[in-house]
């Protein structure tokens, strides 16, 4: 034989221990699979996060593999504390400049 020759090689057999990456069933490959692909119900990542009980389920330790910060448990954010604070100083600002008004209305008055 030729090494130039294409060479034939046998494609390799599914054993009983191969697992289908589609169907998770035993016996053949992902690519020779036939059968639908089921369905797996697994929480999001953000419910994980606020329910601290599912990645209990899911990890056999139950601690939290990251901390969540104080912001991303709180239902209002960060723009909403960034808003407020706006808003004071506006509130501030007209107070401030009101009152520099209604005095030089007075000073006006008085001459």
Known sequence: M???APHHRSAPRATSSTV???CLETGHFTYECKSPRPYVSRPSRTEMLENPRLLAKLKADGKPSVE?????????GTANRIL????????????ST?????????RKKAR
């Open 2 to 4: 030729s090494k130039y």
């Open 20 to 22: 289908c990456q589609k």
């Open 68 to 76: 969540v910060p104080e912001e991303f448990t709180k239902k209002s």
């Open 84 to 95: 407020e604070a706006k808003e004071k100083e506006r509130a501030m600002e007209k107070v």
């Open 98 to 106: 009101s009152t520099s008004a209604s005095t030089s209305d007075t």
